[in-house]
């Protein structure tokens, strides 16, 4: 058994909350399995089997652990990480948040994604605010789920989180149309996503 200490960093030796293999570009990050995290999985095929019990040092109780998969992308871990250890926290002191406290919409979220002013939401950084941190966990779920269904949805909305403009992810995928039928196509998937994200991971 792998020492889980701070500086353990590596947990694609675990099998995703699901079930399912990495893509590639992924890494498997650690999350608390509360109550928020059960109602924002159940939907993507929450499977318990996958799920830990991991024990702090000073702590009663443990505290049940699955792995998600994201970006391996600069500063991932460690937001993955500080998000962890702030729900750990947070679950072993039994501090529950109310409905006012609920993440970010993923409007919200792609909004400031095409904030041109410089102040939007990076979701490849790392991740100083919990609400930005789940929503992230989130929206790398619906890229997998778009890339099962068509490998062109998955990356076109993967550029897009990222924060490039519609007219340069024409230049970096292969749509296969016109410029304005791909404007539209893109703005289709954006759209899609969404629908996904209401279906599948969002409680309202």
């Not at 990480?81 to 072993?92: D, G, I």
């Not at 919409?105 to 990076?122: A, P, W």
Request: charged content about 30%; proline content about 5%.
């Amino acid at each position: 058994m792998v020492k889980k200490d701070k500086n353990y960093r590596n947990f694609n030796n675990r099998t995703a909350f699901n079930g399912r293999p990495l893509m590639p570009g992924q890494i498997l990050v650690p999350a608390v399995l509360n109550r928020e995290m059960k109602e924002t999985l159940k939907p993507a095929g929450l499977n318990y089997d996958y799920a830990e019990s991991w024990h702090f040092p000073h702590a009663k109780e443990v505290v049940p652990v699955v792995f998600i998969p994201t970006e391996d992308v600069p500063g991932a871990m460690e937001g993955a990480m500080k998000f962890f250890n702030c729900e750990a926290t947070r679950y072993l002191k039994h501090i529950e948040f109310g409905p006012e406290d609920g993440i970010l919409s993923l409007d919200e979220f792609l909004d400031n994604i095409d904030d041109e002013d410089g102040k939007g939401y990076d979701p490849t950084g790392t991740t100083e605010n919990e609400e930005i941190a789940a929503l992230t966990m989130v929206l790398n779920m619906l890229i997998s789920d778009l890339a099962e269904m068509n490998a062109i949805d998955g990356e076109i909305f993967k550029l897009h989180t990222e924060g490039y403009e519609r007219k340069d992810i024409i230049s970096m995928v292969n749509i296969g149309k016109g410029k304005t039928q791909a404007y539209e196509y893109i703005g289709k998937v954006i759209k899609r996503a969404e629908e996904l994200y209401y279906k599948k991971y969002s409680d309202k």
